[in-house]
């Protein structure tokens, strides 16, 4: 029998808390490795089946592009333990393991009850993620989130639900969302993935965690969103529009923001956006542009986490006014950030530049003029509001007077591994290609799309410093859907309250006057001097039924 | 610690900086006589459009979000202290 790769991390999660420090060092790198090898060893089709109720359940069922996001999964896990190596919460790493085994879970499942109960246990995994930064500002942003993925979940379930009742399988397969329970699914996984209305719950509760938690919360829940989309609904034409809202909408907020992790964590709403544009596009090229996006994206958003979380672990701040000019103490972390920077930004020869380019060559051949349109302005944007702001704000701007050093070698060197990835993809993206679920014909190294690209992003750069000023950093928040359930939802019970208080004080009331009515009557025909508790003579018995005796007769008579 | 400013921000090394900036954006206009560009949609093809596409296109993007600023920013404490 083959081992599930997810049961490793899973079961592993719950040992972890109560190893020794060293042991459990090891194990944080080691079983995310040994989950690796295992994800290699599951073959194409059903590997596990069983039976329950009157289903047939595949927990573990292994293709390309599941071979391909379980692959990054335990990667990410593996790296992101290793930065995570000097965090002191014994409950922040095991539920980290926790989280990644799920997501590697839903990613092999082949049914839609196994993705469900996966998706579910990684909501609980991430909310103790949050959870364990331990302060109340994350404890009331962890609720936050669980409210939502639960939300998420039930709307998810009840899809699940109505389509296996509709259909009676319980096959994990290409939907088109035709039926209301498909679009219930649907809606179910957007929700995971940051999509509007709800995407607030990413930039609220991500940027909550501790200094290694936001790492592993960047990378799983959107990006087992976007696994899910691409195997469940390639090409559904929605998609291309509500990829296209998160990809300005990340822009537009990022820009607006001022804690450097809020900005990172806008900015994995656009580029979950790019993968969701592609999925819609639905092409093979598109497919193959949104999986190996979300590939590269892992690795160089979780960089980008990674060096602010470096700077949030030695000066303990977060807001851009309060950083700057930290180069010059922190070089490593300084140059990885900027690495990531140009990952993110589709750089060329770095690991983005290879994998978004496809899904923007997939909407030219498609002759999607306007989605075209809207992701060359959204690569420039990128680079305005994650690929220039994050390094300038945090780096560079003014000099604040801090001068920390480098963190320990642990988190260095994690750094340094993903750093490294991002740039070799983007030299060599062969090795990357050859993993995507179609045969790739794709050669991203054109003279004309180098030269384009980095007009597009320089340009761009340009707009950057020329309009500096309208960038300034200030000491503000943005409202966004979140507004509704902190501050309109408190304000409507703290109306309503009292209107309905007093709405079943009158009830209450009218109620009781309306049964000492009642009373009243009854007690006047049945109370001791009422007509009906009156005695009544035999006599005048006999004689009533006397006459109705007679009447019958009579009545018999005539006809 | 000195008090001498780090080489990469006194203002000489930033006039250059600018200065370099500025000839690379050139040359990358300046290549597209030399690279040939395969435009698909026709318009893609004008020159160096994708230079100020992009520049307009981060410039109206900056304008939209510094407008949407003014409607929805708050102070950072809005949600209270421990939020």
Redo the contacts between chains.
């Keep these: 029998m083959i081992l599930h790769p997810a049961l490793i991390l899973v079961l592993g999660a719950l040992v972890l808390p109560w190893l020794p420090r060293a042991a459990r060092q090891a194990a944080v790198i080691g079983l995310p490795l040994a989950t690796l090898w295992a994800v290699w060893q599951v073959p194409d089709g059903a590997a596990w089946q069983l039976h329950f109720l009157d289903y047939t359940l595949t927990p573990l069922a292994g293709d390309r592009l599941t071979r391909l996001f379980a692959t990054i999964f335990s990667l990410m896990a593996a790296v992101g333990g290793l930065f995570a190596l000097k965090q002191e919460s014994r409950l922040e790493v095991p539920a980290a393991m926790f989280y990644a085994g799920s997501a590697i879970g839903v990613a092999f499942a082949g049914d839609l009850i196994t993705v469900f109960i996966f998706w579910e246990l990684m909501a609980i995994g991430s909310t103790l993620v949050i959870w364990s930064a331990g ?3 994350a404890y ?2 962890s609720m936050r989130y669980m409210a939502i993925h639960l939300l998420g979940g039930v709307v998810l379930m009840a899809g699940i639900a109505g389509h296996v009742a509709a259909t009676g399988s319980v096959a994990f397969v290409p939907m088109a969302p035709e039926s209301w329970a498909q679009w219930l699914i649907l809606a179910g996984v957007l929700i995971n993935a940051g999509a509007p209305p709800l995407s607030a719950w990413l930039p609220d509760a991500y940027p909550e965690a501790s200094w290694s938690g936001t790492v592993f919360l960047s990378a799983f829940t959107t990006k087992t969103a976007v696994y899910v989309l691409l195997r469940g609904f390639p090409g559904t034409e929605l998609l291309i529009w509500v990829g296209m809202f998160m990809i ?1 909408y990340g ?2 907020y990022a ?2 923001e ?2 450097m992790r809020r900005i990172l964590a806008y900015s994995i709403v656009n580029q979950v956006g790019f993968m969701v544009v592609g999925i819609g596009i639905g092409t093979e090229m598109a497919l193959n542009g949104a999986a190996a996006h979300a590939f590269a994206h892992i690795i160089y958003k979780a960089l980008l986490l990674m060096s602010a979380g470096a700077v949030l672990y030695r000066t303990g701040r977060r ?1 851009c006014t309060d950083l700057g ?1 930290l ?2 103490s922190m070089p490593v972390t300084a140059v990885c950030g900027i690495v990531g920077a140009l990952a993110i930004s589709s750089f060329p020869w770095t690991s983005g530049f290879v994998s978004k380019s496809m899904i923007s060559q997939a909407a ?1 051949d498609q ?1 999607l ?1 306007f989605v ?1 349109l809207g992701l ?2 959204a690569s ?2 990128v680079f ?1 509001h994650a690929g220039i702001k994050f390094p300038w704000f945090v780096f ?1 701007q003014k ?1 604040s007077g801090l ?1 920390p050093a480098d963190p320990p070698a642990s988190m260095q060197a994690a750094m340094l591994v993903f750093a490294a990835l991002c740039i070799g993809l983007g030299l060599f993206p062969a090795p990357l290609y050859a993993l995507l679920p179609f045969a790739v014909d794709y050669e991203p190294y054109s ?2 799309h180098v ?14 410093f ?2 500096l000023e ?2 300034k950093r ?7 859907f979140d507004w509704f359930y ?2 309109f939802a408190r304000r409507l019970s703290e109306i309503l309250t009292p209107l309905f208080t007093g709405l079943i004080a009158a009830l209450e009331r009218s109620a009781g006057a309306l049964a000492n009515r009642g009373g009243d009557v009854l007690r006047r025909h049945h109370g001791p001097l009422g007509a009906l508790a009156r005695t009544w003579p035999t006599g005048s018995m006999a004689l009533w039924v006397t006459i109705m005796l007679l009447a019958w007769l009579v009545l018999y008579y005539l006809f | 610690m000195s008090t001498e400013k780090h080489w990469l921000v006194r203002p000489e090394t930033i006039k250059l900086l600018w200065r370099v900036f500025i000839a690379v954006l050139a040359l990358t206009v300046a290549a597209e006589l030399v690279v040939h560009l395969h435009p698909h949609f026709g318009f893609d093809g004008w020159f160096g459009f994708h230079a100020w596409y992009g520049f307009l296109t981060c410039a109206a993007m900056i304008v939209f979000a510094k407008g949407l600023g003014l409607l929805i920013k708050r102070p950072d404490t809005y949600y209270g202290e421990d939020r």
């Design positions: 302060n109340r500002t009331t942003a300005f822009i537009v820009l607006l001022n804690d807001k000019g180069f010059q030219g002759h003029t075209w060359a302005a420039a944007g305005l560079f000099d001068r003279g004309a030269v384009t690209q980095l007009q597009l992003l320089l340009f761009s750069g340009l707009a950057f020329v309009m309208s960038l200030t000491l503000t928040i943005s409202l966004d902190r501050v």
